[in-house]
């Protein structure tokens, strides 16, 4: 099926909102260390521009799970393809993702990284679809509420493409 992809939000626009997370993160945790967990593959990019705008020292770790159910839906059962390296015990976490949706991954998510006994445990998440939400999950941090729209770009992918855009784009169906 052929597709085109239309800006939504613009490179410039979503480098703003994450230096001003960023910016609000060094504050919320001034005089701590942050521990950033990304959740792999679409977390990635927005990982990497939150850290480098991030004033307090950070340490990072990267995991991968992967929902059972189709690519455009999740079941909410979610299995760890790749656990974190390190232990989450008294560090201060916060869960990097790209996009809360339904929000049954990060739902599942949030309740398993708890059992690790951080010292603290908040959500971070460059987009959020309110309107699908279908099980209740915590934000601390969002970038951009965005309409129910399936939208692809830094680090969001449709079929594994266009994760490598610098903007985020409404993928159109033709
Ligand atoms: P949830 O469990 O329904 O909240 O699913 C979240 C996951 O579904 C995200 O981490 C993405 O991998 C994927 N997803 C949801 N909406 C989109 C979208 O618009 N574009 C690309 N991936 C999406
Ligand atoms: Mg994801």
Redesign the pocket.
């Known amino acids: 099926m052929a597709e085109r992809v239309k800006v939504l939000l613009t490179e410039e626009e979503v480098d703003a909102r994450i230096q001003a997370i960023g910016d609000q993160i060094s504050r919320d945790y001034e005089g701590r260390q942050v521990h950033l967990v990304c959740?792999l593959k679409?977390g990635s990019f927005f990982m990497c521009e939150l850290a480098k705008r991030i004033r307090v020292p950070v340490s990072l770790d990267f995991m991968s799970v992967s929902?059972y159910g189709s690519e455009?839906k999740?079941s909410?059962v979610v299995k760890i393809v790749k656990d974190l390296d390190e232990t989450l015990a008294g560090k201060d976490v916060i869960v990097v993702?790209?996009?809360?949706?339904?929000?049954?991954?990060?739902s599942y998510l949030m309740e398993m990284l708890k059992d690790r006994k951080p010292a603290s445990l908040r959500l971070c998440t460059l987009l959020d679809?309110p309107e699908?939400r279908v099980v209740d999950v915590h934000v601390d941090y969002t970038g951009f509420e965005i309409p129910d729209?399936?939208?692809?770009g830094y680090g969001?992918?449709?079929d594994q493409k266009y994760r490598n855009l610098p903007y985020i784009g409404i993928v159109e169906f033709e």
């Open positions: 959740v679409g929902s455009t999740s909410g993702e790209d996009i809360v949706d339904s929000g049954r991954t990060l679809k699908r729209e399936f939208v692809v969001l992918d449709y």
